[in-house]
Nanobody, 124 residues
Framework: QLQLVESGGGLVQAGGSLRLSCAASGRTFSVFVMGWFRQAPGKEREFVAAINWNGRITSYTDSVKGRFAISRNNTVNMAYLDVNSLKPEDTAVYYC?????????????????WGRGTQVTVSS
C-alpha cells in the first residue's frame, strides 16, 4: 500500500503563492503517475494536474494552466504542486493521488491511492 501525505496548504491573499508537497511511502514511488485534485465545499472532486512516472509528461486543467506547476522528485519520493497567482475560486481541499498509467492521466478512476488533503484558502 502506498501512503501519501500532503502539506503546504494555508490561507493566502489573492495573487499569492504556495507550494503543496506530497510525501509518499510504502511502495516504489517512481512507477506511479501522480495527480493533484481539489474539492471545494458542495462540489465534486476535480482534476487539477498530473505528472507521469518520469516527469516528462504533465497535464493541467484549463483553469490553472500558466499558474500552477506540478513536479516530482523520485529520489526522495515527493511530488509538488506550485500554485501561483491564486484566486478565491482556487479555494479547496487539495488532494495528492497516485495511480498506474502510461501518461499523465486526468481520469480520477486511474488513481487508487489518496492522501487526506491539505486546505488552501484564498481571500479576496
Amino acid at each position: 500500500q502506498l501512503q501519501l501525505v500532503e502539506s503546504g496548504g494555508g490561507l493566502v491573499q489573492a495573487g499569492g503563492s504556495l507550494r503543496l508537497s506530497c510525501a509518499a511511502s510504502g511502495r516504489t514511488f517512481s512507477v506511479f503517475v501522480m495527480g493533484w485534485f481539489r474539492q471545494a465545499p458542495g462540489k465534486e472532486r476535480e482534476f487539477v494536474a498530473a505528472i507521469n512516472w518520469n516527469g516528462r509528461i504533465t497535464s493541467y486543467t484549463d483553469s490553472v494552466k500558466g499558474r500552477f506547476a506540478i513536479s516530482r522528485n523520485n529520489t526522495v519520493n515527493m511530488a509538488y504542486l506550485d500554485v501561483n497567482s491564486l484566486k478565491p475560486e482556487d479555494t479547496a481541499v487539495y488532494y495528492c493521488a497516485a495511480g498506474l498509467s502510461a501518461d499523465a492521466s486526468r481520469d480520477i478512476a486511474t488513481y487508487r491511492h489518496w492522501g487526506r488533503g491539505t486546505q488552501v484558502t484564498v481571500s479576496s
